[in-house]
Nanobody, 112 residues
């Protein structure tokens, strides 16, 4: 069955870095656009970054220049390097595969 398993979340101080990973299985990973989304308490889930099978990517304005999404089609993984983290980046981060598949989420908390 389809599985998307996120890892790498945690507590970090403002200005710090985290690297999120998503391991995918059960579908043809290399053919789908993959993405990271996030949902903060009391807010709607929002797009953070996506990466197409070709490797081209796009980002929410709020994270441009700080986050970098990447994929490894041989390992069926999608990663996101998050630098210069801000308290407003605090949220549950979800991995998405295509339009249908979601992971369970990983908590990122940015606080001093």
């Amino acid at each position: 069955q389809v599985q998307l398993v996120e890892s790498g979340g945690g507590l970090v101080q403002p200005g710090g870095s985290l690297r999120l990973s998503c391991a995918a299985s059960g579908f043809t990973f290399s053919s789908l656009t993959m993405g990271w989304y996030r949902q903060a308490p009391g807010k709607e889930r929002e797009l953070v970054a996506t990466i197409r099978p070709s490797g081209s990517s796009n980002y929410a304005d709020s994270v441009k220049g700080r986050f970098t999404i990447s994929r490894d089609n041989a390992k069926n993984t999608v990663n996101m390097q998050m630098n210069s983290l801000k308290p407003e980046d605090t949220a549950v981060y979800y991995c998405r595969g295509g339009l249908l598949f979601w992971g369970q989420g990983t908590q990122v908390t940015v606080s001093s």
